[in-house]
């Protein structure tokens, strides 16, 4: 599935528009998820610099060396391409794209490499710098409805790879990362090739929120973090299971519970209007009340889209609302250092009445052998 030209079209609008309200008159984009979201192509960043110039009216431009304009041969019809050679610098011609336009504000993305701008700021000193992150963050938070079906096919997939899994798969006695490969080869299996990430951390780091993968053979009574994503067609999918090699002892039932609670009472606080931190709190309410707060030390979760880490950021101080079409994870967790940790996470989606989950397998306690 390729994004439909009236949406990218829609898309470069919305950001005009945001341009024009912010007072920015030319917009660069280095090669990124932001270049991809706004031109359909995913361009990569190397020392020769391919860069989205758009302008807040009128039409983008795409900077691009010669060798590599046939790449982009398919924008063409979108965008103005500005070809440079190996002998011309490619951020004088930028440059030169600025005084044609009468831009005085340039905004740039974080991904735009610090020396291409630097080279830019010498080469045009009256123009002012800006910050051209927060546009593009504040249009993407919001998923149109082709990104929506993207993701959701990300999660399906996902899920559809879990409960193969776990179905099928036994983890006493091998390593981390030997369960690793396979939980990857499963993914793949379910179409999800490209893996974005795989933790598999089992007893004590399972209490190291971003353990990835070691050594470690997996023993009876170990909880085992499971946080893994793949990538489809640029979107990414994220899920945390915690299921226990064998049985469980107490402390993880009681500990599980509270977490999954949690977790839930997170998800029924979303809908429209709420602020990202009342989701937050909403978790840590229950973790706090059960006696866990210091244990959970990260915020409650993150947006999810052409990246697997945007806006919004549920956390506390963030007092933006949420608005239906945004994309983020729950994922609260509990970790207690030398001993063990759980975290449940789904990717979750606002409504417009409130909110619905893109994972759907189970978040009962399960348990391999
Ligand atoms: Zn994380
Ligand atoms: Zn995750
Ligand atoms: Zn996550």
């Given at each position: 599935m390729t994004v439909a030209t009236d949406t990218l079209a829609h898309r470069v609008e919305r950001a005009q528009q945001l341009m024009e309200e912010e007072g920015i008159d030319l917009l660069m984009i280095g090669p990124s998820s932001d270049f991809r979201y706004l031109t359909g192509h995913a361009a990569h960043t190397s020392e020769r610099l391919t860069a989205l110039l758009l302008p807040w009216r009128g039409r983008g431009m795409i900077v691009v060396p010669r060798l590599e304009a046939p790449l982009i041969q398919d924008l063409a019809d979108r965008f103005e391409l500005v070809i440079w050679d190996e002998t011309d610098s490619p951020t004088a011609r930028v440059a030169e794209v600025a005084r044609d336009t009468h831009a005085e504000s340039v905004a740039v993305n974080d991904q735009l490499w610090s020396g291409f701008l630097l080279r830019l700021q010498k080469q045009l000193p009256t123009a002012s710098y800006e910050n051209g992150t927060d546009i593009l963050s504040r249009l993407r938070a919001i998923k149109d409805e082709t990104e929506l079906a993207l993701l959701r096919e990300a999660s399906r997939r996902t899920d559809e790879a879990w409960e193969d899994f776990c179905a099928h798969e036994t983890v006493i006695g091998k390593t981390e990362r030997q369960v690793g490969d396979r939980l990857k080869a499963v993914m793949a299996k379910h179409g999800?090739?490209?893996?974005?990430f795989c933790i598999v951390a089992s007893?004590?780091?399972?209490?190291?929120?971003?353990h990835y993968l070691s050594d470690r053979v997996i023993q009876a009574g170990d909880p085992i973090v499971f946080d893994f994503g793949g990538i489809h067609e640029g979107y990414f999918s994220d899920i945390t299971r915690t299921p226990i090699a064998g049985e469980p002892s107490d402390e993880i039932v009681k500990v599980y519970n509270i977490v999954r609670q949690a977790q839930q009472a997170a998800f029924e606080a979303i809908?429209?209007?709420?602020?990202c931190q009342e989701v937050d709190r909403a978790a840590r309410k229950v973790i706090t009340e059960a006696g866990?707060?210091?244990?959970?030390?990260?915020?409650?979760g993150h947006g999810i889209g052409l990246?697997?880490?945007?806006?919004p950021y549920l956390v506390e101080g963030n007092e933006t609302p949420m608005e239906a079409g945004m994309v983020f994870s729950d994922e609260p967790g509990i970790y207690m250092a030398g001993k063990f940790g759980i975290r449940i996470e789904d990717t979750v989606v606002v409504t417009p009445t409130g909110a619905e989950r893109y994972n759907h397998v189970t978040r009962d306690i399960v348990t391999l052998g």
């Open positions: 999800m090739p490209e893996i974005a007893g004590p780091n399972s209490a190291s929120p971003h809908k429209p209007g709420v602020a866990y707060g210091e244990y959970f030390i990260h915020r409650l990246t697997g880490h945007e806006d």
